[in-house]
C-alpha cells in the first residue's frame, strides 16, 4: 500500500486547509486510516482516525476535536482531514497512515505511513 499525502501549506490563525491521503497499491478492504503529526523538536503524534471496520468510527485527539474532521472517500480511495480555526500550535508535519487492523490508537498500529505534508499556521 503507497499512501500520497497533499493539501499542506501556509495559512493563517483561524483559517482552513483540507489534507488529502490518497492510497494506492493492494486495497485495504477492512482497516483504517488517519493521520499524525510531528511539530519541530516533538515527538509525533496522533491526529485523528477513521475506521470502516464495522460501520464507520472515527476518533480525534483532544486537541482538535471540534475542529477537525476526517472522512474518507471510498471510490477514490482518499481521506481527507479537514482543518478549521487552524492555530499557530497546529504546526507541523502530518503524516498519512493506514492500517489493516480495526483502529489506530498509537502509531504501533500504523502499517503504512505517507510522506509528511506541512502546515505551518501563522499568528
Known amino acids: 500500500v503507497q499512501l500520497q499525502a497533499s493539501g499542506g501549506g501556509l495559512v493563517q490563525d483561524g483559517g482552513s486547509l483540507r489534507l488529502s491521503c490518497a492510497a494506492s497499491g493492494r486495497t485495504i478492504t477492512n482497516g483504517a486510516m488517519g493521520w499524525f503529526r510531528q511539530a519541530p523538536g516533538k515527538e509525533r503524534e496522533f491526529v485523528s482516525v477513521?475506521?470502516?471496520?464495522?460501520?464507520?468510527?472515527?476518533n480525534y485527539a483532544d486537541g482538535v476535536k471540534g475542529r477537525f474532521t476526517i472522512s474518507r472517500d471510498n471510490a477514490k480511495k482518499t481521506v481527507y482531514l479537514q482543518m478549521n480555526s487552524l492555530k499557530p500550535e497546529d504546526t507541523a508535519v502530518y503524516y498519512c497512515a493506514a492500517t489493516r487492523r480495526f483502529f489506530i490508537n498509537t502509531s504501533n498500529d500504523v502499517m503504512f505511513w505517507g510522506q509528511g505534508t506541512l502546515v505551518t499556521v501563522s499568528s
Open positions: 477513521i475506521s470502516w471496520v464495522s460501520g464507520v468510527t472515527t
